[in-house]
């Protein structure tokens, strides 16, 4: 009997170990999929910064990894630029070594995205072929996999937007885009954060989750207005801070009909959203912070609200900078960098108040 019983406990030990070293094999790989879509998303940034974005006018999944490798194809990419009108209209007269400028920059976003897919798609399909991937983790990671082809689908349906009628792709789709990614990375995230061990520390107070996940949707929502200025070009103008247009609440905000229609198309009213957003998501997590603190000042949950209140107050300065200064490249980029590290780190905060996935075997190791 006790020889029994020390087969099976030698046997769940197997087992937890297996478990341990599969978990730790899938974080790495989510941790890179993380880097590689923190990567993207700055590169897509900068992209729209530069105008770039609407330089390769064809969608070519396959043959579209392959840049022009001739001076003649250089030159049969550049006319069917000039068809566009954002050429006839801001770039007439360029030429094709200033086209090669903006072709690079789109050219590379759509080649680390289609890396991406690869970069999930073949590990995901070797660890499920091994017996790697826990169950319940299944439907998430191939809904992760399918939202990534469909953003796809959008990052086209967004740059045809600027192909006939407008001069750069549309606010709305832009904004889609964007969150769509943001999605994709806090979805990595959060398997991620629920594959780490976790402390037993209880929550400071019984709301402290709810908050948590309350600021990690705040960020998120932060994310899509900071798009919407982007698509109006809405951070080149208003460039004082506290004070916008001369006031704090400006006027003008609601000049447009319908009402509603400012809160997407006026530049001075979504730039004012989005400085309002960031002072709530402020105050929200100040308020977290303090709270958590003065509750249980010792558990790990009380000093991630500690990092998640810094890393908003350091957004906050690189976005009061990157408006006062007329939103240089680098100062931009920088300001989307902070975003995607707020919200990774909420959403990661966030997961540390669910606790860590329960391990597949589920059976204690009795003494």
């Not at 030990?13 to 070293?21: D, N, S, V």
């Not at 929502?221 to 080149?236: K, R, S, T």
């Not at 912070?289 to 949950?301: F, G, K, N, Q, Y």
Request: proline share 4%; charged share 15%.
């Amino acid at each position: 009997m006790a020889h029994a019983e020390l087969a099976t406990e030698q046997t769940l030990l197997r087992e937890i170990g297996r478990t341990e070293r599969n978990r730790r094999q899938i974080r790495g790989w989510l941790a890179v999929v993380l880097f590689a879509l923190f990567a993207l998303v700055l590169v897509g940034g900068g992209t729209r910064l530069t105008e770039s974005g609407l330089s390769i006018t064809e969608w070519k999944p396959i043959h579209g990894v392959i840049p022009p490798l001739s001076a003649q194809e250089w030159e049969e990419e550049f006319q069917l630029y000039q068809r566009i009108p954002q050429y006839e209209q801001l770039n007439k007269g360029m030429t094709v070594e200033e086209f090669k400028t903006i072709f690079w920059w789109e050219w590379a976003h759509r080649v680390l995205a289609r890396a991406i897919g690869v970069i999930f798609a073949l590990p995901l399909l070797f660890f499920w072929i091994t017996g790697r991937i826990e169950r319940r983790l299944r439907l998430p990671l191939l809904g992760i996999l399918s939202l990534g082809a469909f953003q796809g689908f959008i990052g086209w349906w967004m740059v045809s937007s600027g192909l006939v009628e407008r001069t750069e792709v549309s606010q709305y789709r832009l904004a889609t885009h964007l969150v769509i990614a943001c999605l994709i990375f806090a979805a990595c995230m959060w398997i991620l954060r629920g594959l780490c061990p976790h402390s037993d520390d209880a929550a400071p107070t019984k709301r402290s989750r709810m908050t948590a996940g309350i600021i990690a949707a705040m960020s998120l929502f932060q994310i899509y207005l900071g798009a919407l200025v982007a698509g109006l070009d809405a951070g080149f103008t208003y460039n004082t801070w506290p004070l916008m247009d001369g006031a704090i609440v400006p006027e003008g905000l609601f000049v447009q009909q319908p009402a509603w229609i400012n809160l997407f198309e006026n530049p001075k009213t979504v730039q004012f959203l989005h400085r309002a957003g960031a002072y709530l998501l402020f105050a929200l997590a100040l308020i977290h912070m303090i709270v958590s603190l003065r509750a249980a000042p010792e558990t790990t949950h009380a000093r991630r609200s500690v990092v998640l209140f810094a890393l908003v107050t350091i957004q906050a300065v690189v976005g009061i900078t990157t408006l006062v200064l007329q939103v240089p490249i680098g100062w931009a980029v920088l300001h989307q960098a902070g975003a995607l590290a707020v919200l990774g780190f909420a959403i990661a905060h966030w997961r540390g108040f669910v606790g860590e996935y329960p391990k597949s075997t589920a059976i204690e190791v009795r003494d």
